[in-house]
């Protein structure tokens, strides 16, 4: 078991072995019994590869190997950066087979994130993907290992070449895979919070309940054998990666993974590969809304759009279904576990005005005020949760859990919601210091720790400022020190921080000093406040 990993105690975890949620099989596992489900069945197309899940469970099985070979082993912490491509997919489940733990980073992490991670976890491999886009992930990964001593391995993954790994068929004569790990309450991988205190925390998930919360989507969607579900955003997200990968597979469908949700892209692999379900941010839900009615591809095969990452304005939702021809199912969900969506049967009304129901029925929510009083049915409040799939702590992160768990194990999601009849949750904002732009979650704290190393910055304060297509843009209020700078000055000075270019100030406001409270305490609330109305100055 990885130290600093918070189980879930012995009897919830015997409930839900019980009620079958924790089915007792390593994702390893499941990929042999998908394979043996659906053989021939195409699971994974991206770019020129079409893997049968045959394919897919064999490939595995040849990345397992290699990475052994590599010197990669059981109970290593890997980080894996790699973008949309069929590559990523083999080999997640190799290093599952392997039981090698992933920490899944994205392609826009540069120094800063990548060097956090190997530290924090002791990595011991970086596999990168092969340059382009005019950056060098394997040149960031050798800088990385020169400073963090237990980062011995940097591959690239791609074709079969002296430090690549290779994700093609095993070859004659290459040594068999290592024996499969056999423990489903083990730690699978580590994702990414959305994070509001510094850098993301890291988000402990097992085979068992990870597995599940895939499964459980598939179900609730619902997904079957004729799923088409295309992945467009990044496949690094617990959403793409859940609602996407899992739920496909676990339904026996086809992964269509595209480089970009970008419609000049998209539209052309909805009507080529007849794509029945996708999922979306609300910006990008309206670029597709907007050029559907021009395209000359035939969408006529989506059956839903999921859209989530931050709320859907009503008057938007009320128009998906039109320009797209589709049903909406807005959606929620978090990397520490819990996710709701709107079924296919329930109220049409629901469909605009809720983000869903929890998946489970082992799902509990408490909706409470500043106190852990429990609000009246209706009302706002901070939302808590725990269940099959929602972790009892970060990694290796006790004093932050005391803040982000209560003693009974409930996490605090930080987000504010009214709960309907029905159980039906409505989001309307958050509770923690952190800027949710077009799905990325930005902490706050970290752009301001950036941005405080900066000559020209006396005080700093990073806010959310309210924009339809993106839910919020992220505004850098500076108190200057001599001459103020720029926004494109603080823009190059984070790049030269190492910090991943979604973190970037949009904004740049010049402030003389931060509103305060009757108390005298600075106020965030009230400068995101000015900012928004344009009277931060």
Known sequence: MLDGFVPWPDDLAHRYRERGWWAGRTLGAELRGWARRSGDRTAL????????????????????????????????????????????????????RLGARPVVALPAHRRSEIEYFCTATGATACLVPEPGDGFDHRALAEEVREVVPTLRTVLVVGGPAPGVLDVGPARPGEPAPPAEIDDPSDVALLLLSGGTTGLPKLVPRTHDDWSYSGRAMAETIPYDASTVTLVGLPIGHNWTLTHGMLATFHAGGTLVVAPSPDPEQAFGL??????????????????????????????????????????????VARAVEPALGCRLQQMFGMAEGLVGFVRDDDPD??????????????????????????????????????????????????????????????????????????????????????????????????????????????????????????????????????????LAGIREFLTGRGLAAYKFPDLLEIVEEFPVTGLGKVSKKLLAQQVAAGGAR
């Open 270 to 315: 909805v009507e080529r590969e007849r794509v029945t379900d996708t999922g979306l941010v609300p910006g990008m839900a309206m670029l597709w809304m907007s050029e559907a009615e021009w395209t000359p591809h035939d969408l006529s095969s989506l059956r839903r759009v999921a859209i989530g990452g931050t709320k859907l304005a009503e008057e």
């Open 45 to 96: 197309v991206a770019g020129p590869e079409r893997w049968s899940y045959r394919d897919l469970d064999h490939r595995a099985d040849a990345v397992s190997a290699r990475l052994a070979a590599a010197g990669i082993t059981r109970g290593d912490v890997v980080v894996l950066q790699l973008d949309n491509t069929a590559s990523f997919v083999a080999v997640i489940f190799g290093l599952f």
């Open 349 to 486: 009304e629901m469909r605009v005005l809720s983000q869903g129901r929890p998946i489970s029925d082992g799902d509990e929510l408490r909706v409470v005020d500043d106190t852990d009083r429990d609000v009246p049915p209706g009302e706002p409040g901070e939302l808590l949760t725990r269940g099959p799939y929602t972790i009892r702590g970060y990694f290796d992160a006790p004093e932050h859990d005391v803040r982000a768990f209560t003693r009974d194990g409930y996490y605090r999601t930080g987000d504010l919601v009214r709960v309907l009849p029905g159980g039906f949750v409505v989001f309307e904002g958050r509770v923690k210091d952190q800027i949710n732009r077009g799905g990325e979650k930005i902490a706050a704290e970290e752009v301001e720790n950036h941005l405080h190393a900066h000559p020209a910055v006396r005080d700093v304060l990073v806010v959310g400022v309210p924009d339809r297509v993106l839910g919020e843009r992220c505004c850098a209020c500076v108190v200057p020190e001599g001459p103020p700078p720029t």
